[in-house]
C-alpha cells in the first residue's frame, strides 16, 4: 500500500511558477516509476509528466514540454512538478500517482495509487 499526498498548489498568473510536491509512503517508492496528471473540471484526467525509478527518464505530455519538469528525491520519497510559464489552460487538479503497469506511461490504467490532488489555478 503506498499512500500519496499533493502539495504546492494555488493562485497564479499567467507566466508565474509553481512547485508542486508529492510525498509518498512506503519503503518502495524508489522503485516506482511515478507520474503527474490533471483534470479540469468536465474533462478527463490526462497525463502530464512522468519519470522512472532513477530519475534518469522523464517523459512530457506534448502541451507541457518546455515549461515542466519532473524530478524525485528518493531518499525524501517525493517527487516534484516544475511549471513555468504557465498558462490558463493549465488550470485543474493536479494528481500524483504510482505506476505499476508496463505497457505505457500516458493512460491512467497504468497507474495504482493517487494522491486526492492539489488545485492548480492560472488567471489571465
Known amino acids: 500500500q503506498v499512500q500519496l499526498v499533493e502539495s504546492g498548489g494555488g493562485l497564479v498568473q499567467a507566466g508565474g511558477s509553481l512547485r508542486l510536491s508529492c510525498a509518498a509512503s512506503?519503503?518502495?517508492?524508489?522503485?516506482?516509476?511515478m507520474g503527474w496528471f490533471r483534470q479540469a473540471p468536465g474533462k478527463e484526467r490526462k497525463f502530464v509528466a512522468a519519470?522512472?525509478?532513477?530519475?534518469?527518464?522523464?517523459y512530457y505530455a506534448d502541451s507541457v514540454k518546455g515549461r515542466f519538469t519532473i524530478s524525485r528525491d528518493n531518499a525524501k520519497n517525493t517527487v516534484y512538478l516544475q511549471m513555468n510559464s504557465l498558462k490558463p489552460e493549465d488550470t485543474a487538479v493536479y494528481y500524483c500517482?504510482?505506476?505499476?503497469?508496463?505497457?505505457?506511461?500516458?493512460?491512467?490504467?497504468?497507474?495504482?495509487?493517487w494522491g486526492q490532488g492539489t488545485q492548480v489555478t492560472v488567471s489571465s
Open positions: 512506503g519503503r518502495t517508492f524508489s522503485t516506482y516509476t
Open positions: 519519470i522512472n525509478w532513477s530519475g534518469s527518464r522523464p
Open positions: 500517482a504510482v505506476r505499476q503497469g508496463s505497457s505505457s506511461y500516458y493512460h491512467t490504467s497504468e497507474y495504482s495509487y
